[in-house]
């Protein structure tokens, strides 16, 4: 159906347009130039040593576990309030998922003390995920980390340019990722990045993404280089300069889009305190944040009381979704599953209102308005 609402719109204009055709101009539409570009332009905004492009950010999680030495045998410790690539990656590598129950239902970001209390012998790394952009308490979490001698791996899909105590997400652990899916704050149709400030790592990451190779097909066709060898088992994890491309025109806008988003944020608080059958997670956050989505928890509720809440805006012509389904209920994941309360709870009674730059006053009355008469009704 049309909705009225959408979730969520891209922020694409003839400037996006323009950057993939004169790259397709160009007569170099793989990794190349723009791909570089790219690169740089993330590293100055985050203010980390190191970025590299990739195809998505699945591959990004895969390669950083894989760079950190994580294999067969090792424990990793993650969210299950997350996406099922998070997860896929310990996977991928060999490596046993351990799953962690979040905070609360105000704060939806994994638990510190549910991580200390999960640490073996076995325990390699630690995979946090900034939910809707806002950080994992990362003091704490570093401080375990170091007290075990741990890795850490942000997943920072929701995050790019969030803060934890004035520091970027994604350069507080040893590894950064990030998504330029579609409906990302930043979005190339598909897209990822690593970042990492050790230069081991960042060298392995780039030797890793094309094959292994000592050198990419741009460098040799410029002259750099008229040979390589093939020195790791690497992958095909390359990103192209078309993509590249549109992803350098959306960090020109990123900024600006993200305190249209703030706007949004603080208008969604205004409209919605009020209403006492409501959680708003992360509701006294003060610091920058990406506001990926807005989030929203039922009190006092079950899952189908929720789905018929969504049914009823989807009627209204509100858009909505749920994030995310629990990973640890997963078919492929019931090996690993456990009881998690808090992520149970708050994955049967959330639901995701619209969030994007483009939202206007009007809209979120709109929405605000409708809810309280839902929620009224359902009294």
């Known amino acids: 159906m049309d909705y009225k609402i959408p979730l969520f719109e891209l922020n694409f204009d003839e400037r996006e347009v323009e950057a993939a055709m004169e790259t397709i101009r160009s007569g170099w539409i793989s990794i190349g130039p723009k791909t570089t570009e790219l690169e740089q332009t993330f590293s100055r905004l985050l203010n980390v040593k190191h970025s590299v492009a990739l195809t998505n950010c699945t591959v990004s999680l895969h390669l950083a576990l894989q760079i950190l030495g994580i294999t067969h045998g090792d424990e990793v410790i993650c969210p299950s309030l997350t996406f099922v690539a998070t997860v896929n990656a310990i996977r991928y590598v060999g490596a046993t998922p351990v799953f962690c129950d979040i905070i609360s239902p105000e704060n939806l970001t994994i638990d510190p003390v549910e991580i200390e209390k999960n ?71 598909e897209g990822g990045m690593l970042i990492t400030s050790n230069d081991a790592f960042f060298e392995k990451a780039k030797l890793m993404r094309s094959h292994g190779m000592t050198t990419l097909s741009y460098e040799r066709a410029k002259g750099h280089s008229t040979s390589y060898d093939v020195v790791e088992l690497g992958y095909n994890f390359r990103i192209d300069d078309i993509r590249a491309s549109i992803g350098i025109v959306q960090l020109q806008k990123l900024e600006a889009d993200l305190i249209k988003r703030a706007v949004v944020r603080k208008n969604y608080i205004e409209k919605l305190s009020h209403i006492d059958k409501l959680i708003l997670p992360f509701r006294d956050h003060r610091e920058f944040s990406s506001n990926y989505i807005f989030p929203v928890v039922l009190r006092d509720s079950n899952v189908l009381f929720r789905d ?68 009224n009704e359902q009294s």
């Open 308 to 375: 018929e809440i969504r049914n009823k805006l989807h009627s209204k012509g509100i858009q909505t979704s749920v994030h995310y389904p629990p990973v640890h209920k997963f078919t492929i994941y019931k090996p690993f599953t456990k009881s998690l309360p808090i992520t149970e709870y708050v994955v049967d009674n959330e639901i995701t209102l619209p969030m994007h730059g483009k939202m206007t006053p009007d809209q979120i009355d709109y929405i605000a308005e409708v809810l309280t008469s839902i929620l």
């Open 119 to 189: 640490i073996t012998n076995k325990t390699k790394a630690i995979i946090v995920m900034h939910f809707a952009g806002f950080p994992c308490e990362m003091q704490k979490i570093l401080e375990i980390a170091q007290k075990y001698n741990l890795k850490i791996v942000e997943d920072a899909c929701h995050g790019p340019l969030s803060e934890y105590q004035g520091q970027k997400l994604g350069t507080l652990g040893d590894i950064g990722c990030f998504s330029f899916f579609s409906n990302k704050n930043i979005s190339t149709g």
